[in-house]
């Protein structure tokens, strides 16, 4: 496993390869990895050449979020990639090489609508910033195929469609399931902010998820089952319930009543000041 922090290291690398014959699959995260992160890396296909990235992009951080004390643990995360054995190269620019000529003031490609519900509202711009780094990392890594998890469904969808508009020659998009903890909460590098007592409390979210998707199964109402869901997250003592939504998994808008087919059952929490996020692919039939 080679640590390569330029660009131009990283292409020589990846051309040789390539030239080789090599597929190229490239996995972008900010570190402070954990099972949920190493478990994409298994993902990747047999006899590829696997990228994996870590960079914590400001331009996705908003003015107050945690952008200075997001955990960099980079000593941590090379030892576990160094255990698993299956990352090629571990790319880790500096800020310098991803933004030389400072941060830009416009962003693009913009995410439009989709960047400015549900996590949007929350977090301005979040998606813009993440658009931006996922585009200029694929330009430069070009992979054959990229992965993702499942686990933050909006980004997801953006990263689709930016591939779609983008990138012509196509890259393929794998989607990792979300790793959990025994207890079902999912698991994520801000968990680490949870107090003591939020965290007993975590757990809750994925068992209300669950619960709705049982209801819904049996043959509760849409609309119900999601009011229903509302109220008992509302009732977790230290949560904050910021959206509990269905949307159709093929435009990520709010499905109505009527639906069928896939969707996702979106939710974001903040929990004792930490803000959580989970979702549950669903696929709702129609009435009997
Ligand atoms: P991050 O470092 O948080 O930007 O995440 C990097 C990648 O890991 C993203 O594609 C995430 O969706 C994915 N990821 C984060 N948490 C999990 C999890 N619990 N299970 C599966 N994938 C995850």
Known sequence: MKLVHTVEELQKIISLERNSGRKITFIPTMGALHEGHLSLIDLAPQDSFVVLSIFVNPTQFGKNED???????????????????QVDVVFVPELEEVYP??????????????????????????????????????????????????????????????????????????????????????????????????????????????????????????????AEGRLALSAIPLAKLDYLALV????????????????????AVVLDGVRLIDNLNLTIQGAA
């Open 67 to 85: 952008f200075d004390r997001y955990p960099r643990t980079l000593e941590d995360d090379l030892a576990k990639l160094q255990l698993q054995n």
């Open 101 to 226: 000529a400072g941060v830009p003031e416009t962003l693009t490609p913009r995410a439009g609508a989709v960047g400015s519900v549900f996590e949007g509202v929350a977090r301005p711009g979040h998606f813009d910033g993440m658009l931006h780094i996922v585009h200029w990392f694929f330009k430069k890594v070009q992979p054959d195929t990229a992965i993702f998890g499942a686990k933050d469904a909006q980004q997801l969808f953006l990263i689709r469609r930016l591939v779609k508009r983008e990138f012509d020659s196509g890259i393929e998009i794998l989607e990792g399931p979300t790793v959990r903890e025994a207890d079902g909460l999912a698991l994520s590098s801000r968990n680490r902010y949870l107090s003591s007592e939020a965290r007993l409390q975590a757990p809750s979210i994925h068992q209300e998820l669950l619960t709705v998707e049982q209801k819904i199964a049996n043959g509760v109402g849409l609309n119900d089952a999601l």
């Open 248 to 267: 159709d998994k093929s435009t990520f808008q709010p499905v109505n009543s009527g639906f069928t087919g896939e969707a996702q059952l979106i939710v």
